[in-house]
């Protein structure tokens, strides 16, 4: 027969691990958020990211 003995600490240690893990879990999928909101102000889409158009009057004016 083996020597075993039950180690009294691992089933909190496994809760308090699992416990970790959500909170990483939820952190990560907040600053996952944080990413793609960032994304998408500082890089929008090429269809959003046209030049707004000129008037060339104004352009005209300024050269006389």
Avoid: H
């Amino acid at each position: 027969m083996l020597n075993w003995r039950r180690d009294p600490g691992y089933e909190q240690r496994m809760k308090q691990l699992a416990l970790e893990t959500e909170q990483l879990d939820r952190e990560n999928a907040r600053l996952e958020n944080l990413l793609s909101c960032v994304d998408r102000l500082c890089f929008p889409p090429e269809s959003n990211s046209t030049p707004p158009p000129t008037i060339e009057s104004d352009c005209d004016s300024s050269l006389r």
